[in-house]
């Protein structure tokens, strides 16, 4: 199937730093790729919806400021949290869809984020 | 708005035990039905899917079947492994829009 890459896969930063986390989709386009934040033991909250050359759709109460969305390309996304805090901390993923409209998501393996 | 409900966990089963973990929904329409597999550490594998009413889906001894008249996709395995311990996801993908809707999760621990 297809695949989807992120980078890194787990990080710790200081209090107040920002950190960028990589999606990329390795064998097909993606004009849309969603980011997804998932607390211990909980399920997926989906946290907004890239598209490519526009800007992200957030949901309601996720910050646009602190969780900055790039789609550059039609297979790269990029989520930064800004002046992280340890309440960011979390395990962030990102899905992927061809744009050829197959229904599939595809996911990248997470990357867990710690904020000390 | 659309919802997938999933029966709680954790679910503790011995080695070859057979698994059902519920799943049930509410969507407008007719949505695609998705089981994903999350490992410890790890993103969310795709384990089987269908996107039409009484399809079954079935991979890796895994199986569902999608039952419009009961809104349901019942994740089962006859005989399962340790190796199968992780979190299960049921979900749905509407037909129209873009976002998936996720359920809870289900965790599976199978003891040798």
């Known amino acids: 199937g297809a695949v989807v890459s992120q980078h890194p896969s787990w990080v710790i930063c200081k209090s107040g730093t920002s950190v960028k986390i990589e999606c990329r989709s390795l064998?097909?386009?993606?004009?849309?790729m969603f980011w997804y934040r998932q607390f211990p033991k909980q399920s997926l909250m989906l946290m907004a919806t890239s598209n490519e050359g526009s800007k992200a759709t957030y949901e309601q109460g996720v910050e646009k400021d602190k969780f900055l969305i790039n789609h550059a390309s039609l297979t790269l996304s990029t989520l930064t949290v800004t002046s992280a805090h340890p309440e960011d901390s979390s395990f962030y993923i990102c899905s992927a869809r061809d744009q050829r409209g197959n229904t599939e998501a595809f996911f990248g393996q997470g990357t867990r984020l710690t904020v000390v | 708005g659309d919802s997938v409900t999933q029966m709680e966990g954790p679910v503790t089963l011995s080695e070859e035990a057979f698994l059902t973990i519920n799943c049930t929904y509410t969507a407008t329409g007719y949505p695609s039905l998705f089981w994903y597999v999350q490992y410890p550490g790890e993103g969310l594998q795709l384990l089987l899917k269908?996107?039409?009413?009484?399809d079954k889906g079935s991979n890796k001894g895994f199986e569902a079947t999608y039952r419009k008249e009961t809104t349901s996709f019942h994740l089962e395995k006859g005989s399962v492994q340790v190796s199968d311990s992780a979190v299960y996801f049921c979900a749905l993908h509407p037909n129209y829009g873009q976002n998936f809707v996720f359920g809870p999760g289900t965790r599976l621990s199978v003891l040798p």
């Open positions: 064998d097909f386009q993606a004009t849309t």
């Open positions: 269908a996107t039409k009413a009484d």
